[in-house]
Structures are given as C-alpha cells and as structure tokens.
C-alpha cells in the first residue's frame, strides 16, 4: 500500500508586475502549507509575475528579475515540494512555465504546451509552446504537472501524463478569469479529463482582478473516480488542503520514466477533511465579481477612495452599492449635480442612496456653469437650433466638476454605463463617460435591475431606494426625456444586443429569433457607429463571455454592411 | 525562348469592410490591367475585406459575404489571370488568403503559411496557417504565389516555390504598415529572397489608413538579378505595369508539378518602360503617412471636416497644417481659447497660423466658465490649495467648447499630444486629450520641430509662425509656465523614452547610454504611471516601431519595479 501526498492549493491574490509581493506571499504560503503537513503545494498560473503581464514579457529585465524571484524562493523550500507558476525563457523564447521545486531546487520546469490565443488571450504574441509533458515521482507517488488552457483539450497532454507517464494526479496550474457559469465548464472539462484518463485533478486557480478582468478562483480536487473532495471558495484567497485517498498505483512499465523527486510523504493521522464550499447563485457570483474587481482596481492602483456621480438613477446606485461593499463607506463620495431637467425626486434618489449606504455626500447644482457655456457659445451657434449638443454640454460640465474633486481629493472617478448603453453608445464621451473605471461596463441593463433587487434583499432592506428601480430610466437632460424615447424597452434591446456582440449572429440570424428588422438593423448600426466611443471608454469589469476591451476588438473605420441574402 | 508576362501591381486603397466597394475598384483595376496589355494583375494582401478587419473575422456572414465577392469577381475577370487577397474559410478554419484567378475561375487558393503575431499584428487570432504552396504555369511561364510574412522569412515558403515549384517569379501579396524607414527593411527582405532563390518578385503593397495604420504602398518589381525593374509610388493609389525580361527556364524536372492556367501570354511589341519613382525624404515620408493616415480617418468615417484647437504652440500648428494637406482649408476650423494666463503672443499666432492656411478662425476666452466653474467648486475646495486640478479644469473647459462645436457642426474634434506628451502624460484627459484622432500621437517632440521646419521650407514661406517654433513650450495653464518645469529638455527626453518604450530597455540599459540615473527613473515611472490616461486616448498615426496602442499593450494594474541588480 502506497502512501499518498496531502495536497495544497494555493488560491493566492497575485498583482501584475510586483514580482517581489507575489514571491513573498509565495513564500508565506508555503510556509502554511508545510505546517499543515502538507507535501505539495501548487501556486497559480504565472504566480510571481501575475497574470496577465501582457507586454511587461517583452521585457527582458522583467523575465530576468521574475527568475531571480524564483530561484530565491526555491532555495528557501525545504520539507515540501511547491508547484509555481512563473515565466521562463531561454535562446529560442519566452515560456508560460510551472517550476517543480523540491529540496530547496528547481528540479524540473515545464512549458505550457497549448497557448489560448483567443477572447482576451494573446499567449501566441508572447510565448513559444512547449513540447515535454515528463512525469514526477514522489515516493513512489506519480503526478504530472501542466498549465491553464493544457486541460481543456482531449489531446492535450493529460493523457500523455497518465498513459506515458503513469500519473495518478494532474497538478494543473490556472488563471482563469471569470464569467457567469465559467465555473460549471470548468468543473465539466475536469470531469471529462478524469472520466479519460482515471487521474485524479489538482486545479488550482488564481483570485483577484487585474484590469478588466477578475480571476474568481474556486480551487478544486477531483477525484480519480469524479468525486469532488475539496472545492475552495470564490472570489477570495484561500490555502485548500486535502490528502489524497488511497488509489491503485499503475502497474504497466512506463514507456516514460518519471523524474525522481527528494524526500518521502508523511505518514499522516486521521486524512483532512477538505472543506467543499458550495458554489454561488448566479447573481450571488455576478455580484462578488464586481466586488473583488473593483477593490482590487482601487487597491492595486493605489487609490485612496472613489467619487461617483449619483443621478438618482439606478445604474450609479448599484455602482455606489458595489463601491461601498468593495472598499468602505468613509472611502466612497456621491454627488448629485441636478440641471434645469432634473426631477426633485432625482436628488431626493440620491441624497436617499447615500444616506442608506453611508456615504459622503454632495450637492452641485450645475446650471450656473451651463448657462456660462452656452452664452459664451451663443455667437458661434447663432442660426441653429439646440440639439444634442446642449444636452452634452450638460454631461460635460458634470465630468468637468467630477474630475476636478477628483483631481483635488486623489479619488478615483467611477463612471457608471451600463452594457446596453455602452453597446449603442448612449453616453457621452467626457462627459458621463468621465472617469477611471466602470464596474458596469458589462453588465446589461436588465442585469442591472436583477442586482439592484438582489443587493436590496441581501440587505434585507431598501438600500438602493425602490423609486431609482422603478421609475421610468432618464438621462434627463431634455424636458421629459426618458432612454424609451430613443432605444427599445431593454428587455428586447438586450437579447439583440447580446445576439450581436457576444453571439457575433449576423441580422438575419437576429431577425429569425422573432425581431423587428428596422429594430435589430438600427441596433446593429448603433454598435458600429459607437466603436470610437468605446476606444475612449474606462475599463471594466468582465463578467460576460464577450466583454468590451480586449475581447472584442473591432475597428473603427469598418464600411462593413452585410450583403443581402439574394445578393449573394 | 519563352515569352514572359507583363505583370500589373494593382496598388489600391482598401477599405475595411466595405467589401461591395473594394470589389468594385478591384474590378475597375482588371480591367485597366486588362486595357494595358497585362497578362497577370496582382492585388494586396485581403484587399476584399480591408486590412485588418480585427474581429470583424469572427462573423461567419462577413466572411461569406467576402467569398460571394470574390465570387461575382471571377466570374467577371476573362483575358487575364488576377491573384486576389481575401479571407478564406472551411471546416477547419479561417485564412489569410490569396485567390488565382483564371479563365473566370478560382483556379486554386493559397493560404498564407507564416501567420504574424506580434507589434500591431495579431494573425494567429484568427487565421489557421496554410501549408501547400504549389506553383502555376501560364503558356509555360511559371510562378508561385505568397502572403506577406512567407517573404520575409529564409525558410518560408520562397524556397519551395522555387526550388521544388520552379517559379521564375514570387508574387508576393501585401498589407504592410508603415513606420519610418520600413521600406528600406522589405528592399533588403527582398534582394536576400532573390539572392537565395533566383526568382524575381512582384510586391504589391496595399496603400491607405486604417484607424491607427498607414500602409503606404511602394509596390516593386525586383529581377531575378536583384534590380529594381520597376516601383511604384508612396502614399497613393497605383497601377504599376512591367514586362518582365527574357529569363532562362528552369529545366529540371520539377519534384512538384505547376498547376496549369488557361490562356496564352501575349505577344508585345517594345517592352513597357516601368517607372522608377524615387523613394521619399525621411521627414517626406513621415509627413506623408501623417496626411494620408488623417485624410483616411476623416474621409472613410464620413466626416465633413475638423475642428481644432490651436494654442499658438507648434503642436497644434503642426496639427493644422496636415489637416489642410489632407483635406482643404473649407473642412479645417481653428479655435483659440484664450485664458488669464495666455500670453498675447499665443493669440496672435494662434490668428496668423489660421490666416496663413487660409482656414476658418474663432477666439473663445474661456474666462467665464472657468470663473463659474471655479466658484461653483469653491464652497467644496474650501481649505484646499491651487494646485492641478485648476490647470486642469481650463484644459476641460476648452475641451468642452471644442466637442460643443464638434457636436454641433459635424466636425470631428483632433486632438493635438505628441508622442513625448502621451507617454509621459503630459496632458489633460478630457480636456487637450478629448478629440476623435491624434495624427502627432506617434510624433515625438524633437520631430515635432522638424517636420514643422519641414513644412514651412516645402511650401516657400513661414506657413507656422517662425514664433510657435521657436518660443519655449508652454501649457499656459499657470504664471510663466513652461514645460521645462516639469520635464528635461525633449532632446534629452526623447532619446530616453525611445530607448523605453520602443526599444524594452531597463533603467539599467538607458543609465549606461549616459543619462542621470535619477532622471531615468523618474521618467520611466511617469510613463508606468499614465498608462491609465493613453488607456482612453484617441488613436493615432503608427509612424514608429512602436507606436502606443495596439503596438504597446501594457496593464494599467502593473507594480513592477526592475530588481537593482545586487538584488538578483
């Protein structure tokens, strides 16, 4: 009977760039792990570098330096054998690399063998792919070791890992960032790999965000025969242990001879019992995401609070919402700037808001610096008629007073569009588009709603108050100005939407799904139209399979209009 | 003795997306190809779609719809064989590819082999490489056909085409973007494939903007002997014709068989003498890119004109005197908007400057709405010292005034940052950073001075006031400000900036080219530091190696900090 290894996950916070707070957290965790009597401990993709450090890697001074961060850690592992991620190269390239070290060396580092170069993933701009997928040989236990996207594949190396090399456990290193339901397709490839190969998975995933995207973390190990035995928690750090049970050590003469490692596993007492978190509702995970984003946005850039404008609308009352749950009350400041177009009821939203999340709040009537422009305008203006121009002279001057508090008191302007505006471009470029981050940037307006009711029952009180949900949506900034009167009712705007940007369905395919034609083609036109809007726009949080930013990268200048089908 | 073709360089712009209208034009060009006696007409790299249509690729219609073009082409091209980009698909994926083109046919389609992944270039998104490169006679004449980065490579494709394929000619299809000095580097790619293979090669090169690209054409004949037979301009549309000279026919028996077209090559009378146009100046060229790069912008968008702000200074002098080259004087308007802290002088130059390019001119002194803006916020900043949130409050004034004018002429907004400026974020967002394009983006200051001398010595007279060029930079956003105040002399920035941000070098590095440590540093972190600000920055002309955008894509959460090198 083969003893066998008690496993560590470490689910660990990393931030892009600080090559020396990632290694000493490193090196903390290992640490914990080893008290815990723990032989290996696995860190996440990329651990000392973060993830991702996108052109940081072609730095030659950033890949020596992360190196040095290595072997400094290495020399100081004793006692337990430490998976890391971490970036190596040598003549031919730059590798997306897990180090193997055991007895205070690096015995062995693997290279990731397929890149993603998709969605949000450029890993063939920067990195050549491996080709060896050894296997490792801790008293007598087998395991192999491979990175992120090497699982997700059937023909990837899980099987040569098991088959050639006789693993009974695939340590599998990730930084895999977050969108609704990400987690179920995880846990599904897992299962599959396992079902394949009769491995047991050790999956251990980053937590945290880094610009626009959140890594949600939910570490797991899976059993040989598909059992979950230990699932870590979302959305924040956690060290996950648990022994392996016992399993049948494979008999057949390997056609590949595992690595020898140092040192010999522990006897233990009673095995662990590893902690299985339930996983989180759909809105619940939504929700944690822009959370975690956010603070981590404010804390890694260094900022001392937030100002955020408050209409008395519900897209900036959720934005405050998450803002309050992120940092803490005393970092966040509300201000309302009502104009000539706003309701008495907007302020009294917003003063409301603020006084139920606890925040500082101000009041700035804009209109003394409306009229100033407009008059200073008047002559060149002479001849025509007010239009659009007016009512973003509006959002301007509240960008404008934003950003100068912003300026004054060193706090972060969030700014607080929605998806389905972002998508069509109802907005205003400087003006209420002003500002450094956009917790909403991805979430549809329907969402918005969802979240709102679901912040308010969690609180078990009106915390985001009931006439911001329900009243009709107003930019206000023309008398009786509702969004109705130039977009559809969101609940039909956000399917096509969705159909278009995410989906990348053509109109046709849109139309078949039951909409008006000369509805999902003005739609469609509004998306293309506003691509210069959103190359200006703040970042924001992913949370949808295709997120604004660097997943949907389209051009400006684009004449693309689809040919007809009897065109053809 | 073989008769030898006479070969067309359909040199044309593109537009992206606008695959009715570049079949069009393709069409116009075969039949001009057609008219001159050519017996093989050559189009760029994806010349259906545009170049590049980024994830516009991800819609299965827009690729169908490229295919149908490609379609109704062929079916219309008799008497001549073309080789066509467009965008390829199947069951296995997407490609980059090249069509051949005879009798009204698709004869064959080459899939582009060496997939670019790197810079400004993300192929490997998208595309599946191909992997067949077979070779084509025409009445016994035979050639092969590539894509761009086959070329550039010593073991790509060229050597196949010649050595198994027999190819007396490599036509080589691209969409290659500028930046200064580039087309020296294809001349040499070029002559070293000659030198190895034997063949001649036709490069056709696309011209036009797109977006943050130039690509400028210079489409060449080199001879099997390394001589420049024939060479089409810079930076515009061309048809450049050649009769191919009388060259020995491979006679071994090929390992691969050429692929047979229909048709005979015509018999001529005199060889065509192909033009030879002489390569630009380097200030030439670069300016050049500049008045393309914004006429495409503004003309493929579909805007009526621009509007700019001219502070008097040589920035948005510069900016002025490219908008007049790449439109007219009737579509470019300049705004001055004097503040408390304008010199006269920056007016007057401001005028003169308008005067001299004969555009449209308007003075707005920003005074009462900073004033009003200014006791507005007062109640707010009370206890809190001037510092740069007023500087930065007049810079957003004037952006407001300038996007009111944009708003409501129809004019789109140019923004005036040089290169040194938007690295170091030496600028305002939402104020001098608001506008639609930047054409100096990728200008560094030092250059900004000498494209400045260089336009007032092409057009004979002090077109920019010989004052803007030569007073001390100035925001004039505060008493006697000068930009010396906050930054080195740009002689001594540029070099430093061009060593960091195009070249990756370390502090370390750019200390030993003797620069003062300190100020290395310092420099070094303003640009870490303003990623944020570059993040919602306007697009831009490439002109360099590394352009900031999609060249230069780093994180905006990043704390790396280079390990001294004691430390390692």
């Given at each position: 009977m083969n003893k066998t290894p008690r496993i560590a996950l470490a689910q660990?916070?990393?931030?892009?760039?600080?090559?020396?707070?990632?290694?000493?957290?490193?090196?903390?965790?290992?640490?914990?792990?080893?008290?815990?009597?723990?032989?290996?401990?696995?860190?996440?993709?990329?651990?000392?570098?973060?993830y991702p450090p996108e052109d940081l890697l072609l730095k030659a001074k950033f890949i020596k330096d992360n190196i040095a961060i290595l072997d400094n850690i290495a020399g100081r592992c004793q006692g337990i054998t430490a998976i890391i991620g971490f970036v190596d190269s040598d003549v031919k390239g730059v590798y997306n690399a897990a180090a193997v070290i055991n007895g205070g060396k690096v015995q062995w580092v693997y290279h990731k063998i397929i890149l993603p170069n998709y969605g949000v993933f450029d890993e063939k701009r920067y990195f050549r792919p491996g080709n060896i997928c050894p296997t490792f040989a801790l008293d007598g236990f087998i395991f192999g070791v491979n990175i992120c996207e090497d699982i997700w594949h059937a023909s990837g190396p899980a099987k040569l890992l098991t088959e050639d090399g006789g693993a009974s456990l695939i340590i599998n290193l990730n930084a895999s960032p977050f969108h609704a339901g990400k987690h179920l397709e995880r846990k599904k490839i897992l299962a599959e790999r396992v079902c394949e190969t009769g491995a047991a998975i050790a999956y251990t995933n980053l937590v945290g965000g880094q610009d626009e995207l959140?890594?949600?973390?939910?570490?797991?190990?899976?059993?040989?025969?598909?059992?979950?035995?230990?699932?870590?928690?979302?959305?924040?750090?956690?060290?996950?242990?648990?022994?392996?049970?016992?399993?049948?050590?494979?008999?057949?003469?390997?056609?590949?001879?595992?690595?020898?490692?140092?040192?010999?596993i522990r006897a233990k007492g009673d095995l662990i019992s590893a902690p299985r978190v339930a996983g989180l509702g759909p809105l619940e995970e939504i929700y944690s995401a822009l959370v975690m984003g956010s603070r981590d946005y404010v804390e890694k850039n260094g900022f001392e609070g937030v100002i955020i404008g408050l209409s008395g609308g519900i897209d900036s009352a959720l934005t405050a919402a998450v803002a309050v749950d992120a940092l803490d009350p005393s970092r966040v400041t509300g201000v309302a700037m009502p104009s000539r177009y706003s309701s008495k009821g907007s302020v009294d939203d917003a003063r409301a808001l603020a006084e139920n999340l606890g925040i500082k709040f101000h009041i700035i009537p804009i209109e003394p610096v409306y009229t100033a422009l407009t008059s200073l305008l008047a002559p060149v203006f002479e001849g025509y008629e007010e239009d659009v121009t007016e009512e973003n002279i509006q959002a301007r001057v509240r960008g404008n007073i934003l950003m100068a508090m912003s300026n004054k008191f060193g706090r972060m302007l969030l700014t607080t569009g929605n998806k389905s505006e972002v998508a069509v471009g109802y907005s205003t470029l400087y003006g209420d588009m002003a500002?450094?981050?956009?917790?909403?940037?991805?979430?549809?307006?329907?969402?918005?709603?969802?979240?709102?009711?679901?912040?308010?029952?969690?609180?078990?009180?009106?915390?985001?108050?009931?006439?911001?949900?329900?009243?009709?949506?107003?930019?206000?900034?023309?008398?009786?100005?509702t969004d109705q009167d130039s977009l559809p009712p969101y609940d039909i705007l956000d399917p096509i939407l969705q159909s278009y940007v995410e989906e990348h369905k053509s109109s046709d395919e849109i139309i078949a799904l039951g909409y008006e034609p000369e509805l999902v083609k003005k739609i469609i036109r509004l998306v293309d139209l506003n691509e210069y809007k959103r190359r200006q726009a703040a970042p924001g949080i992913k949370i949808t399979p295709t997120a604004f930013g660097r997943d949907r990268r389209m051009p400006i200048v684009n004449r693309y209009k689809e040919l007809r089908n009897d065109n053809g």
């Open positions: 660990i916070n990393c931030t892009v760039g600080d090559i020396v707070g990632n290694g000493e957290k490193i090196l903390s965790y290992i640490e914990r792990g080893r008290e815990k009597g723990a032989d290996i401990i696995v860190f996440p993709e990329m651990a000392i570098s973060g959140v890594f949600d973390g939910g570490s797991m190990l899976m059993g040989s025969d598909g059992t979950m035995l230990a699932a870590a928690p979302h959305f924040e750090e956690a060290l996950l242990i648990a022994d392996l049970p016992q399993i049948e050590t494979k008999k057949a003469s390997l056609s590949q001879k595992p690595i020898a490692l140092d040192g010999k500002g450094g981050f956009n917790i909403l940037k991805d979430v549809p307006k329907t969402l918005v709603y969802e979240l709102s009711r679901f912040v308010n029952k969690r609180s078990g009180r009106e915390l985001i108050p009931e006439d911001s949900i329900t009243k009709p949506p107003s930019a206000e900034l023309r008398p009786d100005q």
